[in-house]
């Protein structure tokens, strides 16, 4: 980030979090990256509470956010360091929760927006409308992460196929909002 502040933030699909195996996959991942902000998506639960929050986090990631699961799927949770960050949710809505992270130590502002995109292409359309319209001027550090069910070109496929369309809508969005790619830091948790 710029003016030498880093900020480590997990994004991950967890694909479900109601389980001790999760938990505890979560929780060392966690610990292991470091991380002041954790961004899971595909939580597939419908509500989050200190308690609950307790069971895969460390202690010192304890103010929350979510976004909750539609039936057996969706939901999203970003969660963050309080001694570090002040935090305030800006927006939520089904393919998104923003959170504006002000820095207690300097008073720097960014915001972390924590995304999963629909599975299906009939909904990726309004999805990707939604992302072109996103206001991003207003933000002066921004991070958009999670998974948005799209991929920018055949190689990022595991199998042959994909709609080319859909990439090339995924790029221009891409393209639109100045995003930057950031690398991944391994396959298993990105």
Request: charged share 20%.
């Amino acid at each position: 980030m710029n003016n030498n502040r880093h900020i480590k933030i997990l994004f991950w699909n967890i694909r479900g979090i109601n389980s001790h195996k999760k938990w505890d996959a979560i929780r060392d991942k966690t610990i292991e990256s470091a991380c002041q902000v954790l961004c899971l998506q595909e939580t597939k639960r419908e509500n989050f509470d200190p308690y609950y929050l307790k069971k895969f986090c460390p202690k010192n990631l304890d103010s929350f956010a979510f976004a909750p699961s539609i039936g057996s799927s969706r939901g999203l949770l970003t969660v963050w360091n309080s001694r570090l960050f002040d935090g305030r949710v800006v927006q939520n809505n089904s393919y998104s929760v923003t959170v504006n992270l002000l820095g207690r130590f300097d008073n720097k502002s960014i915001h972390v927006t924590n995304i999963y995109g629909p599975s299906q292409s009939a909904q990726k359309l309004p999805f990707i409308t939604w992302l072109m319209n996103l206001d991003t001027d207003n933000y002066q550090t921004w991070v958009l992460g999670g998974d948005f069910n799209l991929i920018r070109n055949p190689e990022n496929r595991n199998k042959p196929g994909g709609d080319l369309g859909e990439m090339n809508l995924f790029n221009e969005m891409i393209s639109d909002l100045d995003l930057v790619e950031i690398p991944f830091s391994g396959r298993n948790y990105t």
